[in-house]
């Protein structure tokens, strides 16, 4: 396997990664360069300066994961990425501390006129009175956005002894309030209170311009505003007039619109009070060592089999989230192929019931586990990550249940797929908590473990009906490993099922002479993803 790096990302990533892969360090590239390299690499590992396009996402055919050495992912195409199965990754966590120093240092600079007081003292000129500043000691700062950026700038401002108000609606209150901060519900309340505001959000639908002409005529006349988290949040341009007029006292910004381009940005000639970086939140000597060190063990975990710890677009199967529920993915997985491979039709709708112990557990990384299996029965290029984008547009509906009705195994999750033609109920278990077991195939009451290469045989419940059967397989040259034969729980009922482990794939040709088999019909060759 092969991994690229760009961007100038410390050299320790390609150590991390070594053991697992091939690395090649090269510059940041173009579009045009990319996609005629990226075919050969199973993963790309960048910073902000590379733009990640649908184009080059879908040269890469064997392209597994991407890694963002940083928080922001804008300059990936996720939804691209998640089309194409393949993950994306980046570190929420590494650069919390430079990028939170960096707004503090941007708002002390604006505060007491750094920056011009140093140009004119570098040229011998002595203006104090000039360069007058303003304390932060008991001013109001508000923060939009409190995830861990957020929250740190506001531990320090506190320390500063300023006031801390908060504004985000995927937060509580109780949160905020623990902190020492003040929770703003709604953002028409949140803009008059601040003597400065600072945006610590992504960028999406709903962050871009939201601070703009509209909003900046809500705020306190001569508002100080910081943006370190990215370009667009603030409209370059309505800051601009207001930094022109006075409504707003100064902006310090790091992040623009158009990165690298800064000559296209209005922020560059205007009048007032402004400090612009060139995005240098994230740029400490230790920032960038830990972005690095974080995204490469993600990417060295995920090309070895392992799970990403910071997947952005597969967010069910968090660590955190996966891991309660972790021993129950394959069993899930082979249900839902099961489920799949005795039906015909059209999939409509797939219906999953947990019980037991799954009952009080999150299963939505369990329900990822069985859209794959069931659509890796009948499309390549099927994973965890496209999976549920590829059942949207199908058009096929899932839902989930928790039950606590009693059942005779520590978890048994059920799988009912609907087509426009049948319905298939498959359920499996774990039993002993640690051994994955098939316990229902419809109407029958099995214990079967998933293996790779499996037969199905619907058959009437007559004498030597098993040895004709295996005499065909044994003609074929096919060895049988295992055999479990289920009636259903009638007594008088006529029909029963041959489930049977086999160590290679069964081509048509054998399938039609099992099928010939007087009181067999209608089998099924099941190839599951189970190893053998």
Known sequence: MKVLITDKINETAGNIIAPAAEVDFLPTMNEEELVRIIPQYDALMVRSQTKVTSKIIEAGKNLKIIGRAGVGVDNIDINSATENGVIVVN?????????????VALMLALARNIVPAAVSTKVGKWERSKFTGRELYNKTLGIIGFGKIGSHVAEIALAFGMKVVVYDPFTTREVVEKLGGEYIQSLESFWPRCDFITVHVPKNKDTVNMINKDTIAQMKDGVSLINCARGGIIN????????????????????????????????????????????????????????????????????????????VN??????????????????AENAGEIAMQISDGMVKSIEITALGDLAGLDIQPLEVAVLKGVLSSILEGVNYV??????????????????????????????????????????????AKDIPRIVKINEYETSIRPQKHMLLVPH???????????????ENNINIASMNVVQKNDKHETESIMVISIDTGVDEKTLEAINKIDGVHNSRYLNLSAKD
Not at 322 to 327: A, G, H, S, Y
Not at 460 to 474: D, L, R, T, Y
């Open 460 to 474: 009437v419940n007559k004498p030597s009906m098993i040895a004709k059967v295996a005499q065909v397989i044994g």
């Open 91 to 103: 570190s929420p966590d590494g650069n919390t501390i430079s990028a939170s120093e960096h707004t």
């Open 386 to 431: 496209n999976a549920p984008y590829l059942a949207k547009k199908r058009g096929i509906e899932i839902s989930s249940t928790r039950s606590n009705t009693k059942c005779s195994f520590a978890g048994l999750l059920t799988v009912k797929l609907i087509t426009d033609n049948a319905t298939a109920v498959v359920s499996g278990a774990l039993v």
């Open 236 to 311: 370059e341009n309505d800051l601009k007039e207001a930094l022109d007029s006075g409504k707003v006292g100064g902006a310090a910004i790091d992040v623009y619109e158009n990165e690298p381009n800064i000559g296209e940005c209005p922020l560059i000639n205007t009048e007032g009070k402004v400090v612009l970086t060139p995005h240098l939140g994230a740029s400490t000597q230790e920032a960038q060592i830990n972005v690095a060190l974080d995204v490469a063990g993600q990417i060295k975990e995920v090309l070895t089999g392992g799970s990403a710890a910071s997947a």
């Open 314 to 331: 597969i967010p069910s199967l968090r660590p955190d989230r996966l891991e309660p529920v972790k021993d129950y993915m394959q069993i």
